[in-house]
């Protein structure tokens, strides 16, 4: 491996550059933005802190990649089948199922919502990486009036479900099913997808602009 910010004289590149980014996400779900280094992410990644910095530059960089939706989520979420009155128990559904055997998109929803509460500075960027993302996931089944406020209010409900049930894990979110959270949960987010929104509010008109 070479000492300084050259290139890397590695056969392995794609595993050590996948290694990284899998350490970092988890360190940034367990510890946040402030809490996490980059030779920690090295240590855990059993890798030279000075790889890192070739690949990442900076933490700001690494916390782009590790957290940047990856293309095989919005094949496994995407493209919601069956009856459209019923996406939003099928959107709850596969959700969790995806969280349950996805160590890496789990962690990573988990990254983004520690990193975002305790540094403020990049609230905006995770923002619109979160807000993206679930509107790819609900492009085909969400209503086109007040867009940006129903896509903030089904990303604000799943958001809140992977807190509830992997961070803080309440006891019975826990251990209800997919299709148990999809059958309770997803007619609010129904609700968030085609049902009728209220008269535009001031309120209204300062979430959809964030």
Do not use: C
């Amino acid at each position: 491996m070479s000492a300084g910010r050259g290139r890397p004289r590695t056969t392995d590149t794609t595993d050590r550059r996948a290694a990284v980014l899998s350490s970092a996400r988890r360190l940034f779900a367990e510890r946040g933005f402030h809490g996490t280094t980059m030779r920690a992410v090295a240590d855990l990644a059993d890798v030279d802190v000075k790889l890192v910095g070739y690949y990442f530059r900076n933490k700001a960089g690494l916390l782009d990649a590790a957290l940047a939706p990856p293309a095989a989520a919005v094949l496994m979420l995407g493209g919601i089948e069956g009856p459209r009155e019923r996406a939003g128990e099928e959107l709850v559904r596969r959700f969790v199922h995806v969280w349950d055997e996805n160590d890496e998109l789990r962690e990573q929803g988990i990254a983004i919502a520690r990193v975002a509460l305790g540094d403020a500075g990049v609230r905006p960027q995770l923002s619109r990486t979160h807000r993206s993302y679930v509107a790819a996931m609900i492009a085909d089944v969400v209503e086109p009036d007040h867009r940006d406020l129903r896509v903030g209010l089904v990303g604000a409900q799943l958001q809140g479900l992977l807190l509830t049930r992997y961070v803080m894990r309440t006891p019975a979110l826990t251990t209800a099913t997919p299709d148990e959270l999809g059958a309770v949960v997803g007619p609010a987010i129904q609700a968030y997808l085609t049902g009728p929104i209220p008269a535009t509010t001031h309120h209204d008109r300062v979430l959809t602009s964030g």
